[in-house]
């Protein structure tokens, strides 16, 4: 879990130390399900320092291995990762095509914690491709989402990765007040945080 919030949060050297601990336990006791996960974001480590095809590879490999040892769980999540490696590799298309997989994963199984996210990444990939329109409409959607979600990190990433909208717009420094409110103490910043 530790590696996964870490790639979320985007601490790449802190990742790198855990996934490689991650992947050297594993490979020890013969724990093919950690050694896959160990090895995706070992991937995405490599992508995020410019190793981006070395990074692709790791990525692919460990999402193949994870899905061999039957799990479901945080498929989104890892499709996601893929999906922005090949994008960095401006590989668009291909991108697109594995987000549109990770939804039918989201469909068919219910697991909705990502599925903002999901929908603001492939609006910057349809912004890449000049759809401004559908982008538009993605990020809405991610807002939409993480509002009823109340899931306040995506809620903030979708406002602010608006590239215009009425309503985003609206509600981005209102977002971005209370989020800064949550996160910092009280309003006025003179208490420490929680």
Request: aromatic content about 6%; some cysteine; hydrophobic content about 45%.
């Amino acid at each position: 879990m530790g590696a996964k919030l870490l790639s979320l949060l985007g601490d790449n050297a802190a990742l790198d130390e855990q996934a490689d601990q991650l992947v050297a336990v594993a490979t020890e006791e013969g724990f093919p399900f950690y050694l896959a996960q160990g090895t995706i974001y070992r991937g995405w480590v490599k992508v995020k320092t410019g190793d981006v095809a070395e990074g692709i590879s790791l990525l692919r490999r460990g999402a193949t291995a994870y899905c061999a040892t039957g799990a479901k769980a945080w498929m989104p999540h890892h499709i996601a990762l893929v999906s922005l490696a090949s994008a960095i590799a401006g590989q668009i298309e291909d991108a697109v095509i594995q987000l549109d997989d990770a939804f039918q994963i989201v469909d068919r199984t219910g697991e909705r914690w990502f599925e903002a996210e999901l929908h603001r990444h492939k609006g910057r990939l349809l912004l890449r491709q000049g759809q401004t329109d559908a982008a538009e409409w993605l990020y809405r959607k991610a807002l939409s989402i993480a509002q009823e979600q109340e899931a306040k990190l995506w809620e903030l990433r979708a406002a602010m990765s608006s590239r215009g909208s009425a309503a985003t717009k609206a509600a981005s420094p209102k977002l971005a007040i209370s989020s800064l409110r949550s996160t910092a103490g009280s309003p006025r910043g003179s208490t420490p945080p929680i």
